[in-house]
């Protein structure tokens, strides 16, 4: 008994000293061998059959990379590929993910594949299922007989083989294509990779800058490489750590043409607000040009908002313009936000947006204004019938400069204003106030809603838009955009059309007069309410030009006297009313001849009911007229015309003995066919006594 157990202890030794001088069992990592390298004695990886594998990624089921792009993991069978899902394939039969001949074919092939073909054919394969082409091993390896050398070198349908490839241009294609481009397969060559020296892998994401996370058709778990410029100066197989050199990279793609996803508009934006353009550009077109600007109604980039990058790869992300594209320095107003990109097919428009920057203060001094059409200007906003009563509807009609066309703006607080109508004293108001476009514009008593609170936002050329605080995507617009009479007017979504566009044209002060005075010509004029003074202007007859003549700083001022005028002088005059900085046009002119009055002789009598009248020539006149009355305020009076310059005096008849008359004379002169008249002269009396 005892002979018999020392027999079985040696045969033991022995078969245990047989097998260690034996290659490894199972099946090593891919070992190309073409070159006849020869076997290492290196450790090779301990198997990881049971368990769990050493990251939390590689685990049972459909899992998800920690790490950009997050690409989604199959460990478990499955019959079909999706795209954004690498479905795992193992070549380690010790693996409890190797699914045999579910993805492999049959053990009867030779071992010829198993030691050219595993890692090479699961890499290509896992890399065409994150493109959503469902190809397995098998498939691969069948399509040439025992299999092609160069699998990872030719098209697989639509999946397209990329060539010269840098790991840098391979990495940006698969973190930034959009899920167009497959995770790198790279050659690690290294003597630990027994029979061969090389091992094929699959970049599976980035960590940082130089770590990134590779998968392994041999080993279980998702390991860890430290990438130097070209070289990978640290990866781990088995319990031991190595270097490797770029030597081959792969990469499949699908062609698309390039798009744009999960792209972040702009709204409502009030000045100085921050907005963060996101999305990203991919597709399997080379990018080499993105520009992200905003554009005023004129098409005039902002400068603010005007940026261009020359990315020369397969995708873009917005977001790398956060830091250059300033929303928060873009003035009030109506911009249009857009994306454009350009590869070899030429440049495209990705994204388009119209969007509002509201004012948070007063921009505009108080005023009052006509509401011109930007599509022609002869119209203007008036309540329909110049109606004074509630609900009024807006309309448009040529403009006459009726009170009921002008519209008293005044600053309310956060940049918006009220507008109401002067001829009937109610306000602009959005019906119900309600925030949906096409809503009718009317008028209204201040019941102080927000559809009666308005903001002007610069439209270029002068123009504005007037944006409802109760709409603020909305402009007030004609409807159907057609300007003729009676057009009724609505808020309608900001689109930077010229029917939304309004000519703040401040009312002007009209000239109600022009009189000659003792003192020279006096001009006289109609207030406005809001201005804060006028400006006057003259030219005298022969003149082409304007010369502001006198600045009048009280709005309520109505009148001016001219003193320096020279007798029988022809002038034209205009006036501006003022809004704190901004003026109204020119009022329509008016021209008066100034003539000073005769200075008129004492009068006497000079026979039985009469009076004669004398007085000094005006050299510039063409004849005088006498007034007389029996009262000093000439109520009842009578006037005589005289004509002639040298015709200085006139005999007044009939008249009522006892009885004292006053009397003036006054100079008119004829030009172009007007009568133009002096101041009268002093008054004088005198008793008839005949």
């Not at 058709?217 to 770029?246: A, H, L, V």
Request: proline letters at 4%; glycine letters at 8%.
């Amino acid at each position: 008994m005892a002979n018999g157990t020392r027999r079985l202890t040696a045969f033991l030794v022995a078969l245990v000293l047989i097998v260690s001088l034996l290659p490894a069992a199972g099946v090593a990592a891919d070992v190309e061998g073409s070159d006849g390298a020869a076997v290492v004695t290196e450790e090779e990886p301990a198997d990881k059959t049971e368990g769990s594998p050493e990251t939390a990624a590689a685990s049972d089921g459909l899992t998800t990379s920690a790490y950009t792009p997050y690409a989604n993991i199959l460990y478990t069978y499955s019959s079909e590929a999706e795209r954004g899902t690498i479905r795992y394939v193992s070549q380690n039969p010790k693996s409890k993910y190797f699914m045999g001949d579910k993805y492999w074919p049959p053990t009867s092939l030779t071992d010829e594949w198993k030691c050219k073909w595993q890692c090479k054919s699961a890499d290509v394969s896992m890399m065409l299922s994150y493109l959503g082409i469902d190809l397995l091993p098998k498939d691969i390896i069948n399509s040439k007989g025992n299999g092609d050398n160069n699998c990872m070198e030719k098209d697989w349908g639509e999946a397209k083989n990329e060539t010269d490839l840098s790991f840098a241009e391979a990495m940006d294609n698969y973190l930034n294509g959009g899920g167009l481009y497959s995770p790198p397969m790279i050659r690690l060559t290294n003597d630990c990779f027994k029979k061969s020296g090389q091992h094929f892998v699959l970049v599976l994401s980035k960590k940082s800058a130089t770590k990134y996370e590779v998968l392994d058709p041999y080993q279980n778990d998702i390991w860890e490489m430290t990438i130097d410029g070209n070289k990978i100066t640290r990866f781990k197989w088995g319990s031991k750590y190595y270097t490797s050199t770029f030597t081959n990279i792969y990469q499949y793609h699908k062609e698309q043409k390039t798009k744009l996803k999960n792209a972040s508009k702009p709204g409502t934006l009030t000045e100085g607000s921050i907005f963060a353009p996101k999305g990203q550009l991919y597709g399997s077109e080379i990018i080499t040009k993105v520009t992200a600007a905003c554009y005023d109604m004129e098409g005039n980039a902002q400068s603010c908002c005007n940026q261009t990058a020359k990315p020369n790869s397969v995708g873009y992300d917005l977001a790398n313009m956060n830091n250059k594209l300033k929303f928060s320095q873009l003035e009030p107003g109506i911009y249009k936000y857009v994306v454009k990109a350009t590869t070899a097919s030429g440049t495209k428009t990705y994204l388009t947006k119209i969007f509002t920057v509201l004012a948070k203060e007063k921009k505009l001094d108080n005023a009052t204004f006509y509401l011109d059409s930007g599509c022609n200007i002869k119209y203007c906003a008036m309540p329909e019938d110049k109606s004074s009563k509630n609900s009024a509807t807006i309309c448009l009609t040529p403009n006459s400069e009726s009170p009921y066309m002008r519209f008293k703006a005044t600053y309310a607080s956060n940049g918006y204003y009220t507008l109401s109508v002067v001829g009937s004293g109610k306000y602009l108001t959005v019906y119900k106030s309600k925030n949906e476009s096409g809503t009718r514009v009317m008028q209204y008593e201040m019941v102080k809603r927000d559809g009666q609170y308005w903001q002007f936002l610069p439209a270029g050329n002068g123009n504005y838009y007037l944006v409802p605080k109760c709409a603020p995507t909305c402009c007030l617009t004609l409807t159907d955009g057609e300007v003729a009479d009676g057009t009724r007017l609505q808020i309608r979504t900001a689109g930077q059309s010229q029917e939304q566009t309004w000519l703040l044209r401040p009312v002007r002060a009209l000239l109600t007069g022009l009189k000659n005075t003792t003192s020279g010509v006096q001009v006289r004029w109609g207030t406005v309410p809001h201005t804060t003074g006028y400006r006057v202007y003259r030219k005298k007859s022969g003149e082409t030009g304007w010369t502001r003549v006198q600045t009048i700083t009280s709005g309520k001022t109505a009148s001016w006297i001219d003193p320096n005028v020279s007798n029988g002088t022809q002038y034209a005059y205009t006036v501006r009313s003022v809004y704190g900085q901004h003026l109204s046009p020119s009022c329509p002119q008016k021209s008066k001849c100034r003539l000073t009055a005769p200075r008129m002789l004492t009068p006497k009598n000079s026979g039985k009911g009469r009076i004669t009248v004398s007085w000094k020539v005006n050299s510039k006149a063409s004849g005088y007229q006498v007034c007389y009355a029996g009262n000093s305020s000439f109520r009842d009076s009578h006037t005589v015309t005289v004509s002639g310059r040298n015709t200085l005096s006139k005999v007044l008849t009939g008249l009522r003995k006892g009885r004292t008359y006053y009397l003036k004379v006054r100079t008119y002169k004829i030009v172009s066919g007007e009568k133009y008249y002096s101041a009268w002269s002093g008054a004088k009396s005198v008793k008839v006594i005949k």
